[in-house]
């Protein structure tokens, strides 16, 4: 079946960068409509952080995260990319990749519901 591996989480200070890989197994990137990355921090929902859109390029992102994450997408290596700067304390979390079942548009992209596929998770811890 699918598989969702992310890798590149780490500790790192404030204003420090981390680039998060998710590697695309069983399925190439665009098999699916969107594929995205979501965060949840201890005692905290998960969350939906960015989204791309496959066919596209098109880009969304949580207001907390835009202007210092960028998700992109290789088909080359069938990778989807969360590169983060200028991280804060509050960025700390496990991060999921995430897909929905192919043939599947998200109605709401940063809505947990709509994934069925998510990685193991990879852990962010910022430090100040």
């Known amino acids: 079946d699918v598989q969702l591996v992310e890798s590149g989480g780490g500790s790192v200070q404030v204003e420090g960068s981390l680039r998060l890989s998710c590697a695309v197994s069983?399925?190439?990137?665009?098999?699916?409509?969107?594929v995205g990355w979501f965060r949840q921090a201890p005692g905290k929902e998960r969350e939906g952080v960015a989204i791309?859109?496959?066919?596209?390029?098109?880009?969304d992102y949580a207001d907390s995260v835009k202007g210092r994450f960028t998700i992109s997408q290789d088909n080359f290596a069938n990778t989807v990319y969360l590169q983060m700067n200028r991280l804060k304390p509050e960025d700390g979390a496990v991060y999921y990749c995430?897909?929905?079942?192919?043939?599947?548009?998200?109605?709401?992209?940063?809505?947990?519901?709509?994934?069925?596929?998510w990685g193991q998770g990879t852990q962010v811890t910022v430090s100040s």
């Open positions: 995430v897909a929905p079942l192919r043939g599947w548009v998200p109605r709401n992209p940063f809505g947990r519901t709509e994934y069925r596929f």
């Open positions: 069983e399925a190439t990137v665009n098999t699916f409509s969107v």
């Open positions: 791309i859109y496959t066919g596209t390029g098109t880009t």
